[in-house]
């Protein structure tokens, strides 16, 4: 069975602080994806990254990084230098090949206080 | 718009009544997902399609559940006789072809409450 676990339901840091968002999935295929989406209090989910099981190398983009461990089955979000704008909540998803729908996490709501 | 437009934005329904739910894909994509967000939780599916086939639809929770892609673009997500618990917003994405087939596009959803 497919599950995502985000067991931080809610962080508050600082202006300028770097924050780490866990998460942990749990497959039984060796092929699949992994997703972080942004949710702001708009509503609108917005697509942060994808990772490929087979691509363990991690990933930086400007203040965001990422972090994918299969040996711990963890794919950590760390924001660096957190800004305001960077309130929101953050899901961590994943979806088997050849099965379309994502499966995602409960979510961990982010407050970046100025 | 280049994004996912969904309407009406927030809908209020009595319990009992029938509400329709729409979603405009992203143009030449031909994946349609629904899912549906309760409050402080994360999205869960209910439906799939390619095109105008409804490949997948495990997640929708009961038969008062309906949802139509007739022409391979637009989608309709009907829901009947509404109940309390259908309280929640409903998020239509749509992905393009491969290579990046399941990124999936959401749009802003719709806040269906049932009073």
């Known amino acids: 069975a497919q599950k995502v676990t985000q067991a931080q339901t809610e962080i508050s840091v600082v202006e300028k602080e770097d924050v780490t968002l866990d998460c942990v999935y749990e497959?039984?295929?060796?092929?699949?994806?992994l997703f972080w989406y942004k949710q702001p209090p708009s509503g609108e989910l917005v697509f942060l990254i994808r990772?490929?099981?087979?691509?363990?190398q991690n990933e930086i983009s400007g203040r965001y990084s990422w972090n994918f461990q299969k040996s711990t089955s963890s794919f950590n979000f760390t924001i660096t230098a957190s800004q305001v704008v960077d309130s929101a909540v953050y899901f961590c998803?994943?979806?088997?090949?050849?099965?379309?729908?994502?499966?995602f996490g409960k979510g961990t709501r982010l407050h970046i206080l100025p | 718009g280049a994004g996912v437009s969904q309407s009406p934005r927030y809908k209020v329904a009595k319990r009992g009544q029938d509400v329709a739910l729409r979603c405009d894909p992203i143009?030449?994509?031909?994946?349609l997902f629904w899912y549906q967000q309760a409050l402080g939780q994360g999205p869960e599916f209910l439906t799939y399609?390619?095109?105008?086939?409804?490949?997948?639809k495990s997640g929708l929770p009961s038969d008062r559940f309906f949802a139509e892609r007739p022409e391979g673009s637009v989608s309709t997500l009907k829901i009947q006789r509404t109940q309390q618990e259908d309280s929640a917003v409903y998020l239509c994405?749509?992905?393009?072809?491969?290579?990046?087939?399941?990124?999936?596009?959401f749009g802003a959803g719709t806040r269906l409450s049932v009073l």
């Open positions: 497959t039984r295929d060796t092929t699949y994806y």
């Open positions: 399609f390619q095109n105008e086939a409804q490949l997948d």
């Open positions: 994405a749509s992905s393009p072809e491969p290579p990046a087939k399941n990124i999936q596009y």
């Open positions: 998803a994943l979806s088997e090949v050849g099965d379309d729908k994502i499966i």
């Open positions: 143009s030449g994509h031909v994946s």
């Open positions: 990772r490929n099981s087979f691509d363990e």
